[in-house]
């Protein structure tokens, strides 16, 4: 299911806004745009994603990463710098918003000689595309762009069409507020221009739901900002929708833009052989070289294996193979036995033992009685593509006197199912019946 587009806002639209509001264009060169009774305005509006520029990136990552230094997917959240730190966000992320009200200064002054007596100066910017700035960050950032660095402008209205989106439920929010920087002068035309504003936002929302709109002629909703900055990612999680009643858990299930189409490999598995069994698979396969020459050079040769080979992702887990049981399963002839048959028999138990494992996961919140000893599963899932996801897991003992909590992964990039299938191969590696799980969003 895809997500539905709001239409873009083109200039001939608010031409068609202040005409209905009794002003009119402006169309000499280099003029301000718009001349409505006692003002002047200049329309700008804020298309471009913010964070999407690589210098302002490495800004902002170096901001970031100061404050989760080993994390491997970094969440950008503002709420979380200090006093210092925030003004030098701000700063950062104020740059397009200054280029533009710079030059509508320079606009306005130059438009404003014109006319005696002076009209009132306004600049009216929209953030139709900036999605980094929430609104009230938006006013925030231009109320203190227009103070800092220019002198010619008397009003600012800031504004912008804000469209959220679970695929399902659609929200649009307009925003249209004045910001009085001079405050001698008045601007009474506003109220006409923003009820003006309010019948063309009222149109533009019936046609969200009436009309499809193209891609190319619209924007999609708000969603995750995500960049990547010497290997590692940082996310800007989109804000969480409210809890819908379309969708049985009140939430869109969340988008995953893995790629992955199935779980990849979770383990590499090798037989454990008795000294009993060990015999009698030798006696059968005498000339098998992975088979060794005794049963000592055998145990070496499969505690070499799992040093060599184990991987955190995908361990190396070890299972004991019995004979009896191995020619149980087999049917070809004995004959034709290889040592990749035995590993083959070992794969099949731990198929079979991983998937008695995912038929008991259990959500620990939920779970009243708890084993002596289980494997955990936290998902730290982070805004909507759970492509941005982090799992730990642990092995955890409650038994009393023996109580301990085993980091076996911290922060991994993994996604809740692919997590789950990573700890279960765990469990049956530390030969642990329970896998739970916590999910925590961020």
């Not at 009820?195 to 190319?216: H, M, Q």
């Not at 454990?272 to 050079?297: G, M």
Request: with cysteine; glycine share 4%; hydrophobic share 40%.
């Amino acid at each position: 299911m895809e997500y539905i587009r709001v239409k873009n806002i083109s200039e001939s639209d608010f031409d068609a806004i202040v005409k209905d509001a009794g002003g009119v264009r402006i169309s000499s060169e280099g003029s301000a745009d718009y001349l409505l009774n006692e003002a002047l305005i200049e329309l700008k509006f804020v298309q471009d994603e913010g964070f999407e520029k690589p210098t302002r990136q490495k800004k902002i990552a170096n901001l970031f990463h100061a404050l989760q230094p080993h994390a491997s997917v970094v969440i950008v959240n503002p709420d979380l710098l200090d006093k210092t730190n925030s003004r030098d966000y701000y700063n950062i992320v104020a740059g397009p918003i200054k280029t533009h009200v710079k030059k509508a200064d320079k606009q306005l002054e130059a438009t404003a000689q014109r006319y005696n007596p002076k009209p009132i100066r306004v600049l009216v910017i929209l953030n139709l595309g900036y999605t980094a700035l929430s609104p009230d960050e938006f006013k925030s950032v231009c109320f203190k762009c227009v103070l800092n660095d220019t002198t010619k402008i008397d009003w600012v209205v800031c504004g912008g069409i804000y469209f959220h989106s679970d695929k399902m439920d659609n929200y649009l929010f307009a925003r249209f507020e004045p910001v009085p920087i001079n405050v001698n002068r008045t601007f009474p035309s506003y109220d006409a221009l923003a009820n003006s504003w309010g019948s063309f936002v009222e149109r533009l929302a019936t046609s969200l739901i009436r009309e499809i709109t193209p891609p190319d002629q619209g924007r999609l909703p708000v969603l995750d900002l995500a960049f990547e900055v010497d290997g590692i990612r940082y996310v800007k999680p989109s804000p969480a929708m409210p809890k819908s009643n379309f969708w049985p858990s009140g939430r869109a299930p969340r988008d995953n833009t893995s790629g992955l189409t199935k779980c990849p490999p979770v383990a590499r598995v090798f037989p454990a052989l008795s000294v009993d069994d060990w015999k009698l698979f030798k006696e059968k396969l005498p000339t098998i070289h992975n088979l060794q020459s005794s049963y000592k050079d055998w145990q070496s040769f499969q505690a070499s294996r799992e040093h060599e080979r184990s991987e955190i992702l995908k361990p190396l887990v070890i299972l004991d193979v019995k004979y009896s049981s191995f020619t149980a399963w087999i049917s070809k002839p004995s004959d034709n036995w290889q040592f990749a048959d035995i590993c083959e028999f070992a794969t099949h138990l731990f198929e079979l033992r991983i998937r008695d494992i995912l038929e008991r996961l259990k959500d620990k919140e939920k779970t009243k009685i708890i084993p002596p000893e289980y494997i955990y599963l936290i998902v730290h899932e982070i805004g909507q593509d759970e492509v941005n996801d982090l799992c730990s897991i642990y092995y955890v003992s409650e038994t009393p006197g023996f109580e301990r909590e085993e980091v076996i992964l911290k922060n991994e990039k993994l996604f809740f199912k692919y997590g789950v299938v990573v700890a279960a191969s765990y469990a049956v590696k530390r030969k642990v019946d329970v896998v739970f799980y916590s999910k925590r969003q961020g």
